[in-house]
């Protein structure tokens, strides 16, 4: 047995590699996006399996990018390619020839590949045929598949309850995929259905659901060609929905303006250089930010406070600002937001943000004659304690200026994995609605369970507590992806089962259970061929488009499953009296989408209206002026700001992506547009705050966190100086998990507040 320091050395690699500073970039995309996405292309696949799969990419019944959730244009899509640098890189990891055969298992035992770092470990290949780690054994062996689904079924109905398993799902997972997934956990007794979405845009879907009655976002792509002002808030669309710029590019071309808020200047909000035009091959950008708020961390709600009292104050002095008609309208509570605003003080709200009072006024009066506005945001906003009422915040903002519910303004949260939405719209959710489980029970025959499970910060809590035995993972790196990363590996570790559907290694198969099981399945670029038929399967994106995605290339091992396979098989091996027939589905998707038409709204006529070949649109009350609220109005909100406990040696920390990852997976070890190059582990730091510190650049320093009573130790990261605001700094994801409490989450989302972590830095002491 390992002792706790050689487990904790195990969940991360510590190792330095050597950074190098550049000055950031003032623009995105270019011709080194180009060079970048061919490069990663041809090294990992081969030119003609890159070009292959690089030709069919978001295009009409192409594959769907298995990157970011960001919309394909409904009309005409480029011949030149649809998709950009972090597309090709996605398809570079996926469609990679390297493969891990049994030997590469037999040579490797668990423990030497956890000292490897994600990177080394991400590149290591597709994984080629289930592999199975016995109790106390020290190497994965191969196992055949009836095996593995036949010790999984087993673990399960030893099981005490059905709520003593958890089963996760990350963002890739198909809608044909998700559904028969949750149909097959439901049959089995539980709801305990934890997704990536929880770390996600958890935050958003609670506050749009309350105060505009539906989840998502409302806008459309188009919208962005007609609106008058964009803000962009907590998003880094130039590494993370690069694709977003062009859309932008084109807003700015129809005449709108651009606002961003964000601590960090980002080199795509603040030029692009279309890669596929001359201008931007030459290396001319265009100008996208006309007002750029560098924000302190989690202070957006006192901004968003702040920007409305201005606006109140100029619609008392002239009008014109507040869309009187629609609030009389459409929305409810409006009175009492305006007194509730009349209450907070300015000068407090504009300290808190630590910006100039002439930026917000600026930002104020380009809202206020403006009449179609969208507000866009991501993990800035959703992952600190308080983002729900942030959130609230855009909406009571675009409520007044009624931007809501027609074109060129709205809502709109950018998704991020590619089939998040789609996820959460077959029924992968801890909450189901009622109506699904009516559906369910009148089309499936059997009772689901009514009662709510584990998100993924619960569903850690039942494993470190022992309340929960199995994890299954559909998808995703669940232990790096997590907060808290001792105490999650501690709960994964209690398991006495712990299975993940991958297609690559990631450390969740290194941290595990009792015993542990990994079932390797084909990705989005692979062939589905069953019955000598090629199957596609559809996704929806972040402006609720379900359209489909079809896999061209060979798959790399003739021992992959489909996860709709995976889950019919599943499902056999585990429910003894199911009425539901689980041949039938991996038969023919159709037959999948012909019961998914029959339990879920939105999806009449399936089969035909996802062969057309932009796929079509789901239903949307708040695109569509309806809000479907309990009192079937618009709610304005209100919510008061209080900044976080920071002492004077503190600082609040965001955890962010480089340019080089998707999510756990690094692709490499360079942030080309921060300017920061071979090193993840490294903090960006305002130099007067290094100062302070005495601390200067290159220097080694260890991150502490004592939230909830603890100790949450990180060692040896790089000091960056930084154009960030003071007693605010930005380390990467997963590097930092580490010192994030499980405690620490939204309120109403339990959201992860990896945003909003309050540390301690110190100089690292020479042994
Ligand atoms: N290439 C690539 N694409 C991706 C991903 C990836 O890892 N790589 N991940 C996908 C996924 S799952 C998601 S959810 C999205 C994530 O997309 P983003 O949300 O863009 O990702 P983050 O790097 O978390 O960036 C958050 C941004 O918010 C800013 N920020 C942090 N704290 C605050 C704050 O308090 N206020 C404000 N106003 N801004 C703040 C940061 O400076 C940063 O620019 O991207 C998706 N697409
Ligand atoms: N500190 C901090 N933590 C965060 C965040 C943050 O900003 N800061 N962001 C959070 C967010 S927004 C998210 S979405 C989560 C992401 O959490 P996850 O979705 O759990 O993590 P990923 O890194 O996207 O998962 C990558 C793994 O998925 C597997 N995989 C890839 N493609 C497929 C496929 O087609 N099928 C199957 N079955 N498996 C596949 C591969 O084995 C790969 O190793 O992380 C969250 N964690
Ligand atoms: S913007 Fe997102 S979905 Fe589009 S090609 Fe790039 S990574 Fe893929
Ligand atoms: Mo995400």
Redesign the pocket.
């Known amino acids: 047995m390992k002792n706790e320091e050689e487990i904790k050395e195990a969940l991360t690699s510590e190792k330095l590699t050597g950074v190098k500073i550049k000055n950031p970039k003032e623009s995105a995309a270019g011709v080194p996006a180009i060079l970048s996405s061919v490069r990663h292309i041809i090294a990992e696949t081969g030119l003609a399996r890159g070009t292959k799969a690089l030709l069919d990419l978001n295009q009409k019944g192409g594959l769907d990018c298995?990157g970011c959730a960001w919309p394909d244009p409904d009309d005409e899509r480029s011949s030149l390619g649809e998709y950009c640098e972090n597309g090709a890189k996605a398809i570079a990891e996926?469609a990679t020839k390297k493969k891990l055969g049994p030997q590469f298992f037999a040579d490797n035992s668990v423990e030497s590949l956890s000292q490897l770092s994600d990177y080394e470990i991400g590149r290591s290949g597709r994984i080629a045929q289930p592999m199975y780690l016995a109790e106390g054994a020290t190497h994965y062996t191969e196992i055949k598949w009836k095996e593995a689904f036949a010790k999984i079924g087993k673990h399960l109905n030893q099981l005490d309850s059905p709520d003593e398993a958890i089963f996760y799902t990350?963002?890739?997972?198909s809608n044909e995929a998700a559904f028969l997934y949750q149909l097959f956990v439901r049959a089995y007794g539980t709801n305990n259905m934890p997704d990536?979405s929880n770390?996600?845009h958890e935050s958003s879907g609670a506050a749009l659901s309350e105060t505009l009655g539906i989840g998502k976002g409302s806008v459309k792509l188009e919208d962005f060609y007609e609106t008058d002002l964009v803000i962009i808030m907590g998003q880094n669309p130039g590494t993370n929905h690069p694709r977003m710029l062009s859309a932008l590019e084109k807003s700015k071309a129809n005449g709108a303006q651009i606002i961003t808020i964000n601590p960090l200047k980002e080199a795509g909000l603040i030029g692009f250089n279309h890669p596929q035009r001359l201008k931007g091959i030459l290396g001319i950008s265009t100008e996208l930010t006309d007002l750029y708020l560098q924000v302190k961390i989690n202070a957006d709600m006192a901004l968003l406070q702040a920007i409305a009292k201005m606006l109140i104050n100029i619609e008392r002095e002239k009008g014109g600002v507040v869309d009187h008609d629609f609030i009389n309208e459409k929305t409810q509570q409006y009175d009492t937001y305006i007194a509730h605003l009349d209450s907070l003080n300015l000068d407090k709200l504009i300290a808190a943000t630590g910006l100039e009072r002439s930026q917000i006024e600026q930002a104020a009066q380009m809202i206020a004659d403006k009449k179609k506005i969208i507000i866009c945001w991501a993990?800035g906003l959703t992952?600190h304690r308080n983002s729900v009422n942030t959130i609230k915040e855009v909406v009571n903002i675009l409520l007044m200026k009624g931007s809501v519910g027609k074109s060129g303004a709205g809502t709109c949260p950018v998704r991020?994995?590619s089939n998040v939405q789609g996820d959460r719209t077959m029924g992968i959710y801890e909450k189901p609605p009622t109506a699904l489980l009516d559906n369910l029970k009148k089309v499936f025959h059997f009772d689901p369970p009514r009662e709510h499970g584990y998100d993924t910060v619960s569903a850690i809590e039942a494993m470190y507590e022992n309340r929960a035995k199995v994890f299954f993972g559909?998808?995703?790196?669940?232990l790096s992806?997590t907060p808290d990363t001792n105490y999650t590996a501690q709960g994964l570790q209690n398991c006495n089962l712990t299975v993940h559907?991958?297609?690559?290694l990631?450390r969740s198969h290194l941290v595990h259970g009792r015993e542990a099981i990994i079932l390797p399945?084909l990705?989005?670029t692979d062939v589905d061929i069953v019955n000598s038929e090629e199957q596609f399967v559809s996704v929806e994106n972040s402006m609720g488009v379900v359209h489909s995605s079809r896999g061209s290339l060979t798959p790399v091992s003739d021992k992959l499953m489909s996860?709709v396979a995976i889950v019919c098989h599943l499902a056999k091996a585990t429910l003894k009296n199911t009425n539901i027939d689980w041949d039938k589905y991996s038969k023919h998707y159709d037959l999948i989408r012909d019961d998914i038409e029959k339990v879920i709204k939105g999806f009449e006529n399936y089969n035909l209206r996802v062969r057309e070949p932009a796929g079509f649109y789901l239903p949307n009350c708040a695109r569509e002026n309806r809000y479907d609220t309990a009192s079937g109005k618009a709610q304005f909100s209100i919510s008061n700001y209080t900044g976080l406990p920071i002492g004077q040696d503190e600082f609040l920390m965001m955890?962010?992506r480089s340019h080089d990852q998707?999510?756990?997976?690094i692709y490499g070890l360079n942030d080309r547009y921060r300017g920061i190059e071979n090193e993840r582990r490294i903090i960006m730091i305002n130099p007067l705050d290094m100062k302070d510190l005495g601390l200067k650049e290159k220097d080694i320093v260890d991150l502490y966190n004592y939230d909830d009573g603890s100790t949450r130790h990180a060692k040896t990261f790089i000091v960056i100086p930084y154009n960030i605001p003071r007693q605010c700094v930005a380390t990467y994801?997963?590097e930092?998990?580490v010192l994030?409490s499980i405690k620490q989450k939204a309120r109403k989302s339990n959201t992860p507040a990896?945003k909003s972590v309050i540390i301690k830095i110190k100089k690292q002491q020479m042994a």
Do not use: D, L
């Open positions: 298995p996926e990350s963002g890739r997972t990536c770390m996600c993990m992952q991020g994995h559909m998808g995703g790196n669940f992806a559907v991958s297609t690559k990631n399945c990705g989005r996860e955890t962010i998707f999510n756990t997976t994801f997963p930092a998990n994030i990896s």
